[in-house]
């Protein structure tokens, strides 16, 4: 292998990693420095073309080409070399077939389509080359194909904002991918295609990650020589997107101490560490860049680009224990091949909605949710992960078992439900979850109370490593007092979503709920439009005007006052509210109603079938109510008489059946889409429940119009059909 030479300073290095630490050095600088002052007549100031800007010398400059506005302008340079821009679309020719007719000329790294515009940028630039060198045709159309440049003129549209969770930009973003949904016929082939398009393959993995490791452990090596580099999180769990940021632990081969004020000088502290790091990183700055500290985070971290691959990258030195939870849930992934696909899938309806990523769910925490719902005993795929640790030689890390046994026997898995089935029992069990009141343990697979955790003598043997962490210091105690807390089964006194907002929580059991809808939906065409409908859906909830709530509380003492009956049960009492409820939905407001109940083995059935057993067994039940008719207009009916002694339901009922007996003497057309899910949810202490209706994609109009009818009537209906109940001693 050739030796590398720096002329100036007539030095030989052995490789370019040598080479290039040394020409960013000081002592070469001030050679570079000194050899242009020799004639000062001749000295011009050093000037970067591409920002159109001048630096008196070479330091100035090089801290200009490592800095983040000119690192942007040469990223953008590179893409727009590699893009084209295609204005005045023929509106005959689909998309998906102008993206396949593009594909020809090389991989598209992404595109957009922007009304009648499409923009292009390929993974290499020998490819928007080819498309520019000659006239393109498609279906006998010349296409208009210029070379994309960014400037400020008004003839090349910009994006709207829009109030929408989606992106639309990027390579995996739905709006680049849902051609996929359009031209699969089954929803296995969808699938297989969607996963295809959005992680990474091991290829992928092995040349552009793991590169990224291997030169980090030479880099360091200069400072740390007994450093090894070490990754974890999605690239390690098998989960990871195309384009994702990679993290990465390097442990240093050398004890950290945790105090700042040790001056020691063989001694390694955090401050240290980051002291160095920084130094060298600053330095390569042709091979790092968009470089940013944050060493005051509870594990300090360096984030910087790999200019090579243009990976991002994470860079921690404290608290490896993200390396044996990644392995934990990549050995769980492998117990069963739908695991990975079903995990994929809702990691990306996470993103797509923005549920996930920094200042949400973290991908971990999703991951254990995951993991939790696939250990209940109606599914029954994953066992308690505690059954892992049994009968093996514990590894501790800052007094937390990290290790387990790969090779534990297992029972046979004799659950059978496809992917899709799969999807709805996750949707099901998390919208119908009380976040509020039950701590997530995936450790052994159950729910616990908040009691439980603030009197640890409640807890099970195997929690006594945290009973152990709280005797060190009280400080250390898990923080249930939160909207959510999902247990940390490694780090036992870590709730993985404590800084997950309540707004958060409340549009993730949202999704939770029209995911379910979806799910049982697209089971009558076996799933083929499961896809599109999942990751199109996209549900508004900035506004009052698409959701409405009614509470029904107990006025069972006013019954007693009219009828001297005595008072129903609390669970007869649920029954006949969620009775009656149904028959509005249905009888009065005329929409079909699907109840979506908490059972992963249960199929969509209409409202009827359901019997007393399931509004007893299930606090919550989600219906999905669609309908055609307008019934709120008009309900002055002056030519029928109603007999007194029916029900005020009855009554209801018989005015909706005239309403529409009218119309159609008359022709009229009163036809609208309704389209809404609504949440039946029972209350013991005080009795009630709790009516949640969400617009899921009624016209705004039409919607505000039914939920003022709907409010004023179902609590009128359901007060005087209950007392007519107890005075003629009915059943509902």
């Known amino acids: 292998m050739m030796s590398k030479l720096c002329e100036l300073c007539s030095m030989e290095f052995q490789d370019e990693y040598a080479l290039q630490g040394h020409l960013g050095g000081k002592k070469h600088l001030q050679k570079v420095q000194q050899a242009k002052l020799i004639d000062k007549s001749n000295v011009a100031s050093k000037q970067c073309e591409l920002c159109s800007m001048e630096f008196q010398d070479d330091y100035a400059l090089q801290g200009h080409l490592g800095g983040k506005k000119h690192l942007q302008k040469v990223h953008l340079k590179e893409g727009l070399e590699k893009s084209i821009f295609v204005p005045s679309l023929p509106k005959f020719i689909p998309r998906p077939v102008l993206i396949e007719f593009f594909q020809q000329y090389g991989a598209i790294k992404w595109y957009k389509f922007i009304e009648n515009y499409l923009l292009i940028e390929f993974v290499e630039s020998c490819s928007a080359e080819a498309v520019l060198r000659n006239p393109v045709w498609i279906n006998k159309v010349r296409l208009n194909v210029k070379r994309r440049i960014v400037h400020n003129d008004s003839r090349i549209p910009k994006l709207k904002k829009e109030n929408n969770p989606i992106e639309n930009t990027g390579p995996i973003n739905y709006y680049n991918i849902q051609h996929i949904f359009e031209e699969k016929t089954t929803f296995d082939e969808q699938l297989a295609t969607f996963l295809n398009a959005i992680q990474l393959t091991n290829a992928e993995i092995e040349t552009r990650y793991e590169s990224v490791c291997t030169h980090l452990d030479k880099t360091f090596k200069a400072v740390f020589p007994k ?168 590894h501790i890390i800052n007094g937390w078992q990290v290790n387990f046994n790969e090779n534990t026997k297992l029972p046979p898995i004799t659950n059978t439900n496809s992917i899709p089935q799969l999807l709805y029992g996750f949707f099901i069990f998390y919208s119908t979850f009380t976040f509020k009141s039950q701590i997530i343990c995936p450790l052994d697979g159950m729910v616990h109370t908040e009691s439980e955790f603030k009197d640890v003598e409640n807890l099970p043997q195997h929690m006594n490593r945290y009973k152990a962490c709280l005797k060190e210091d ?169 007999d007194p002694s029916i029900s005020c339901l009855e009554k209801e009922a018989l005015i909706t059946n005239e309403i529409i007996k009218e119309h159609e003497k008359e022709k009229s057309t009163n036809k609208i889409n309704l389209d809404f899910m609504c949440t039946f949810e029972k209350k013991v202490d005080p009795l009630k429940v709790i009516l949640t209706v969400s617009n899921r994609n009624t016209a705004e109009s039409i919607f505000q119009e039914f939920s003022y009818f709907a409010v004023r009537k179902i609590h009128e209906i359901v007060r005087q059909t209950l007392i007519h109940m107890q005075q003629f001693n009915k059943c509902c």
């Open 227 to 394: 450093c090894k580099t070490y990754k974890f999180g999605s690239t390690q769990m098998g989960l990871g997107f195309k384009e994702c940021d990679l993290d990465i632990y390097i442990d240093i081969g050398e004890p950290i101490s945790e105090s700042t004020n040790d001056s020691t000088a063989n001694t390694w502290t955090m401050q240290k560490i980051f002291k160095e790091v920084k130094k060298m990183m600053f330095r390569m700055n042709q091979i790092f860049s968009n470089i940013i500290v944050i060493s005051k985070a509870k594990i300090p971290i360096i984030k910087f680009c790999y200019v090579k691959t243009n990976i991002f990258c994470d860079i921690s030195f404290k608290n490896s224990l993200g390396i044996y939870k990644s392995k934990l849930i990549k050995h769980c992934i492998s117990l069963d091949c739908r695991l990975r696909p079903l995990m994929m899938l809702i990691k990306y309806w996470a993103k797509n909605f923005k549920l996930s990523y920094s200042g949400k769910l973290s991908n971990y925490a999703l991951a254990l949710l995951i993991i939790f719902y696939l250990q209940q005993p109606s599914v029954k795929i994953i066992p308690p992960l505690l059954e892992f640790q049994e009968n093996f030689q514990p």
């Open 474 to 642: 009280e400080n250390f105690m898990l923080k249930v007092n939160r909207d959510m807390c999902v247990q940390d089964p490694v780090e036992l006194n870590h709730n993985v979503t404590a800084n997950t907002p309540h707004s958060t929580l409340d549009a993730f059991v949202h999704y939770c709920t029209i995911g379910a809808a979806v799910c049982s939906e697209t089971s009558k065409n076996d799933y083929k439009d499961l896809l599109k409908l999942l990751l199109s859906t996209v549900i508004k909830r900035n506004s009052t005007r698409h959701t409405f709530q009614v509470t029904i509380s107990d006025n069972q003492q006013e019954c007693i006052n009219v009828t001297k009956k005595p008072k129903l049960t609390e669970n007869d009492w649920h029954f006949a509210v969620f009775n009656i409820l149904t028959q509005i939905f249905e009888k009065v407001f005329r929409v079909q109603v699907i109840a979506l109940i908490s059972d992963v083995e249960a199929k969509q059935q209409k409202i009827e079938v359901l019997s007393d057993v399931h509004t007893e067994n299930y606090k919550k039940i989600i219906f999905h109510c669609v309908g055609s008719l307008c019934t709120w207009n008009n309900r002055k009916i002056s030519n029928i008489v109603l």
